[in-house]
């Protein structure tokens, strides 16, 4: 949590200082050093006092040669002067959700114990998306949820459809109409 905080800090200015296509790449650049970060071996050099900051810093440097960009040297530099290359996960998650949000482009899931096929899935994230004013895409994920749950995260929407809470709804409402 501490560490989305810090990376929050960064991310208005990285969002000012890039245009939409240079944004894109620097998530995916972002998005291929936090894998890294995902390695064992990667972790045990960025953590290690053993290790020089600067060898550290030049070690990410290597990992964003290809884009052959200042603006990106210098943000890899900054996060190395402050101490923060572990933030470049955190990073990267942020900038693809202030991306998507900046696009209106989000993704969710839909879970049910029932499969769910991929026409209706399709089908409620066409009309889910036209409700928002946003472009949606969900994924069907197996559970034991009796019913329909989508959710929609970056969006906070959350939307259930319990068969128990529909069954309860109903016999209520028949005893107030007796």
């Given at each position: 949590m501490q560490h989305e905080l810090i990376a929050k800090r960064y991310i208005k200015p990285v969002m000012?200082?890039?245009?939409g296509a240079s944004l894109e790449n620097l998530a995916?650049?972002?998005?291929v050093v936090a894998k890294?970060?995902?390695?064992?071996?990667?972790?045990?050099?960025?953590?290690?006092?053993?290790v020089s900051d600067s060898a550290k810093c030049q070690l990410v440097l290597d990992m964003v040669a290809s884009a052959?960009?200042?603006?990106?040297?210098?943000?890899?530099?900054?996060?190395?002067?402050?101490g923060r290359l572990s933030l470049i996960p955190t990073l990267s998650s942020?900038?693809?959700?202030?991306?998507?949000?900046?696009?209106?482009?989000?993704?969710g899931r839909i879970y049910s114990n029932?499969?769910?096929?991929?026409?209706?899935?399709?089908?409620?994230?066409?009309?889910?998306?036209?409700?928002?004013?946003?472009?949606?895409?969900l994924s069907y994920v197996a559970s034991d949820f009796d019913g329909v749950r989508v959710e929609v995260d970056d969006l906070?929407?959350?939307?259930?459809?319990?068969?128990?809470?529909l069954n309860a709804q109903m016999v209520e409402h028949i005893l107030k109409a007796i």
């Amino acid at each position: 949590m501490q560490h989305e905080l810090i990376a929050k800090r960064y991310i208005k200015p990285v969002m000012d200082s890039f245009d939409g296509a240079s944004l894109e790449n620097l998530a995916t650049l972002l998005g291929v050093v936090a894998k890294a970060y995902e390695d064992e071996k990667f972790n045990l050099i960025m953590n290690s006092n053993e290790v020089s900051d600067s060898a550290k810093c030049q070690l990410v440097l290597d990992m964003v040669a290809s884009a052959n960009s200042s603006a990106v040297n210098n943000l890899i530099k900054l996060l190395a002067e402050n101490g923060r290359l572990s933030l470049i996960p955190t990073l990267s998650s942020l900038l693809i959700r202030e991306i998507a949000r900046t696009k209106r482009t989000f993704t969710g899931r839909i879970y049910s114990n029932n499969v769910v096929d991929q026409a209706s899935v399709e089908t409620i994230a066409r009309d889910l998306g036209t409700k928002m004013g946003a472009t949606i895409s969900l994924s069907y994920v197996a559970s034991d949820f009796d019913g329909v749950r989508v959710e929609v995260d970056d969006l906070n929407v959350e939307i259930n459809f319990s068969k128990s809470r529909l069954n309860a709804q109903m016999v209520e409402h028949i005893l107030k109409a007796i």
